[in-house]
């Protein structure tokens, strides 16, 4: 499979936190020739199921990235024009001038505007545009607006992936559409290599706004284990050295309370084992990822969590390299071809160490 092209369908659908349809049927295309069985739960994340080939009852692995995207809701309608509010984290500063997709009673393309300058007192134009004086016009007459919109309805971004130079690769949504590109490109690899544990891999919904998904998928699921995927911050000016991590140069391992540290050096051996390049990130707190949520599902998951660097996180122009998204999902697809039917058994605490 292709990864660019992959990343160009997923960065391009739409698919706003708790309206992830168009993106979940993409997922559910792209997935079905990898896998043995599909299905939705009842909140809408998308779990497709790769059978293992050991002794039954099989040990059960989850490998988690959402498919929710960050956006933008009509919260009111003056004279034709919308006015708005996030859905998620989206950050106002980068709004104005983009172009969007209306989703109200058919799909209608706008622009996300605001006063010119010109007009406004001194003191304004110096500072950020805040929500109330955004705007989103769609082109028509305010009562074919009246008729086509209504207050709820979901505004997405209108963004079509760039390739620069150096296999980078910019888009809306790389966060988390390249990790569930990551997980694709391993559930082909997989077909192709026996593997004993039973691979669930679940395309989350709603992360952006509580990591309902991974709650709901997890609690359903019962795996004896879990990775999750997302994106972490890349390397550019303004960020911190030691939060940030170079594109290009493999994906991150998280390091911290939230992932299990004996899971964590099995994910490193096997890394250094293929040669896959790799960074450890230090989350000493919340993760803020669904691994979060996964770990403590019912009794617990033994749980880790695999980042690609992201230079932009939460703008329309999410940057990435795509050789990190091509070895996250050679070194998922690695770990569970190699995993024993006994590894959980290699997971047991140490209590003699610990007292």
Request: aromatic fraction near 6%.
């Amino acid at each position: 499979m292709e990864t660019i092209p992959l990343l160009k369908q997923l960065s391009e659908a739409d698919g706003i936190s708790g309206s992830e349809g168009p993106v979940r049927d993409l997922v559910r295309q792209t997935w079905q020739p990898f896998v043995d069985d599909l299905q939705e739960d009842k909140l809408g994340s998308l779990i497709a199921l790769k059978r293992g080939t050991g002794p039954e009852p099989r040990p059960k692995l989850v490998l988690a990235a959402h498919m929710d995207e960050i956006g933008l809701m009509v919260t009111g309608i003056e004279q034709g024009f919308l006015r708005i509010t996030r859905v998620g984290g989206t950050d106002r500063r980068v709004l104005l001038g983009l172009e969007v997709i209306v989703h109200g009673q058919r799909d209608l393309p706008g622009v996300v505007a605001t006063r010119p300058p010109h007009v406004l007192p001194a003191p304004e134009r110096k500072k950020s545009v805040s929500w109330d004086r955004l705007f989103v016009d769609v082109g028509l007459p305010a009562e074919e607006v009246e008729r086509l919109v209504a207050v709820g309805d979901l505004i997405s971004i209108r963004r079509e992936m760039v390739e620069l130079q150096n296999r980078r690769v910019a888009g809306k949504a790389m966060d988390d559409r390249s990790c569930v590109a990551a997980v694709t490109l391993a559930l082909e690899q997989l077909t192709r290599v026996n593997h004993l544990w039973d691979v669930f891999a679940v395309a989350t919904v709603q992360e952006e706004t509580g990591l309902k998904g991974a709650i709901t998928s997890t609690y359903g699921l019962a795996p004896d284990l879990a990775i999750a995927l997302d994106v972490t911050f890349g390397k550019h000016p303004g960020v911190p050295d030691g939060e940030s991590f170079p594109l290009g140069e493999g994906p991150t391992i998280g390091l911290g309370p939230n992932f299990h540290p004996k899971f964590v050096d099995r994910l490193k051996k096997v890394a250094q084992a293929h040669e896959i390049p790799y960074h450890l990130e230090l989350c000493p707190g919340p993760s803020g990822t669904d691994a979060w949520a996964i770990q403590v599902s019912r009794e617990g998951v033994p749980t880790a969590l695999l980042g690609i660097p992201l230079r932009y996180m939460h703008q329309p122009v999410e940057t990435l390299a795509v050789q990190d998204v091509e070895r996250a999902g050679r070194l998922l697809a690695a770990f569970v071809a190699e995993l024993e039917s006994d590894f959980l058994s290699q997971l047991a605490w140490d209590t003699e160490e610990s007292e």
